[in-house]
């Protein structure tokens, strides 16, 4: 996992940890924050409710024992991370290796709604799959909190799912 943990580094990670698959929380709250509060909810395939449920992501789970959870602190720069990442563990035999992003896809001004102009290169979010990212961190020992004011540092996350 070393080289992958250095792949994502040179990605701009700051962190990243090999953690149980088991320990990555789903709850049905992510899905209402991006409905009541997010612009890109029904706008683009990688959102709700184009996104998987937080049901189909618990079952996706479950096929799973291992993950990447991975943070960066600038933003756009966790899904294309997360889709190289992936794209190099299959190709090293991983070949049930899955990928989650962190917010909107914005490969595309207008979101194809018929057919995923970009298949390979964007995945869909933790929290649009319906991912307690902030529990899932948490649970995993390392720490997150909610922004009170603007230029404060963020954290985004991202996640490898493997086999």
Known sequence: MKKY???LKSRGSDLAIVIEAGSVVT????VYKCR???QAYGKNLCCPPN???YKETQDILDSYSKAILFRTHEVDTVTP???DLAKEMFLDGYYKVIAFGD????????????HCRF????????EACGIDVFATVHANGLEIHTLREKGEMQNHFGLILYE
């Open 51 to 53: 996104a998987p449920t």
């Open 103 to 114: 917010g909107g896809c914005r490969k595309c001004t207008k979101c194809n709604m018929d």
């Open 27 to 30: 709850a049905p709250w992510t």
């Open 81 to 83: 991370a997360a889709v």
């Open 5 to 7: 943990i250095e792949l």
């Open 36 to 38: 009541y509060g997010c």
């Open 119 to 126: 298949p390979g290169e964007t995945v869909p979010s933790m």
